[in-house]
């Protein structure tokens, strides 16, 4: 018996951290690198098949604490663990080159549901 893919959508906002940063050392610049990292670990990651992002920054600016978020990525998963390796990514994924990783500058939520489709029990 097949199952739907999980209809994923990741949400991600910036934080303080990132409109702290100084003109020296890690940069904003670092931090957009690590952000194109994150997606490209979205993207090669087994059982994760990404569908679309959107990008807010224009018409939100500032930390994001919730909604509205700063950026979402809408994918389909194969299970609750791989959500939660896509979400282990802004833990690992590195800013610059050092020891910061990327959650210092941005946080993460899964929300899961399904494709709207008909369903067979209504």
Same mark, same amino acid.
């Given at each position: 018996?097949?199952?739907?893919?999980?209809?994923?959508?990741?949400?991600?906002? *910036?934080?303080?951290?990132f409109? /702290?940063?100084?003109?020296? @050392?890690?940069?904003? +610049?670092d931090? =957009?690198?690590a952000?194109?990292?994150?997606?490209?670990?979205?993207?090669?990651?087994?059982?994760?098949?990404? *569908?679309?992002?959107?990008?807010? /920054?224009?018409?939100m600016? @500032?930390?994001?604490? +919730?909604?509205? =978020?700063t950026?979402?990525?809408?994918?389909?998963?194969?299970?609750?663990?791989?959500?939660?390796?896509?979400?282990n990514?802004?833990?690992?994924?590195?800013?610059?080159?050092?020891?910061?990783?990327?959650?210092?500058?941005?946080?993460?939520?899964?929300?899961?549901?399904?494709?709207?489709?008909?369903?067979?029990?209504?």
């Amino acid at each position: 018996m097949s199952t739907a893919p999980l209809r994923v959508l990741f949400c991600l906002g *910036i934080n303080q951290n990132f409109f /702290d940063l100084p003109t020296d @050392g890690i940069t904003a +610049g670092d931090v =957009w690198k690590a952000t194109m990292a994150f997606v490209d670990g979205l993207k090669a990651l087994p059982g994760l098949t990404y *569908i679309a992002d959107i990008d807010d /920054d224009a018409h939100m600016v @500032g930390p994001s604490e +919730g909604w509205p =978020w700063t950026f979402y990525v809408l994918a389909d998963a194969d299970s609750q663990e791989t959500v939660k390796a896509a979400c282990n990514l802004v833990r690992t994924t590195p800013v610059g080159s050092g020891d910061v990783k990327f959650w210092r500058f941005v946080r993460i939520e899964a929300r899961i549901g399904r494709a709207l489709t008909v369903r067979d029990d209504v």
